[in-house]
Nanobody, 125 residues
């Protein structure tokens, strides 16, 4: 059984930075594609970033491209989301997700079988 646990959320002022972490148990991140999604108040779940199984290819949603970076540490079996230049509209619950069926990450949340419980990120103006 695969479990994903996010951490690192919090309250930050606009323009600030946060780094989210996702820890996996039961399977290594190098064996499945990984994605970060977010869901703001009253909004649908949105793709934020993705990482291929190889760890080489990265993908970003248009709203965060150039500001967020996804990365993986195989030795620690962790995936990170570095978020810079945060904006109030980035406020959301952020989820780490895993797709064991593909080598590359997709933006469709229905493709992902593994989900963490989420971590709240709040950006004040």
């Amino acid at each position: 059984q695969v479990q994903l646990v996010e951490s690192g959320g919090g309250l930050v002022q606009a323009g600030g930075s946060l780094r989210l972490s996702c820890a996996a148990s039961g399977r290594t991140f190098s064996s499945f594609a990984t994605g970060w999604f977010r869901q703001g108040p009253g909004k649908e779940r949105e793709f934020v970033a993705g990482l291929s199984v190889s760890g080489v290819s990265t993908y970003y949603g248009s709203a965060v491209k150039g500001r967020f970076t996804i990365a993986r540490d195989n030795a620690k079996n962790m995936v990170y989301l570095q978020m810079n230049s945060l904006k109030p509209e980035d406020t959301a619950v952020y989820y780490c997700a895993g797709d064991p069926g593909r080598a590359i990450s997709t933006s469709n949340s229905r493709d992902y079988d593994y989900w963490g419980q989420g971590t709240q990120v709040t950006v004040s103006s």
